[in-house]
Nanobody, 121 residues
Framework: QVQLVESGGGLVQAGGSLRLSCAAS????????MGWYRQAPGKQRESVAT???????NYSDSVKGRFTISRDNAKNTVWLQMNSLKLEDTAVYYC???????????????WGQGTQVTVSS
């Protein structure tokens, strides 16, 4: 069984910064892609950033230049550094990862429980 645990959310003023962390644990053989989605009230969940095991990154246009995703493969951890936060960044942020469980042959998507980020004016 695999678990993703997020931390680092909270309340911040517009223009401020937050750093989200997500650590995967359990019977992990390997992790492929890792990333972050977010869901604002009344809106669909959207991809924010993704990073491969080799370190290639991809960002949504709405966060490009402000957010930075990184990971430590040895620690099974991914971070999202969020700078110059805007009111519209307010959402629940979910960590996800493609994980190959020990003893299995394929990768499956696993999700964290979500962490609230609120940006105030």
């Amino acid at each position: 069984q695999v678990q993703l645990v997020e931390s680092g959310g909270g309340l911040v003023q517009a223009g401020g910064s937050l750093r989200l962390s997500c650590a995967a644990s359990g019977s992990i053989f390997s992790i492929g892609y890792m990333g972050w989605y977010r869901q604002a009230p009344g809106k669909q969940r959207e991809s924010v950033a993704t990073i491969t095991s080799g370190g290639s990154t991809n960002y949504s246009d709405s966060v490009k230049g402000r957010f930075t995703i990184s990971r430590d493969n040895a620690k099974n951890t991914v971070w999202l550094q969020m700078n110059s936060l805007k009111l519209e960044d307010t959402a629940v942020y979910y960590c996800y990862a493609g994980i190959r469980v020990s003893g299995s042959s394929g990768f499956t998507a696993s999700w964290g429980q979500g962490t609230q980020v609120t940006v105030s004016s």
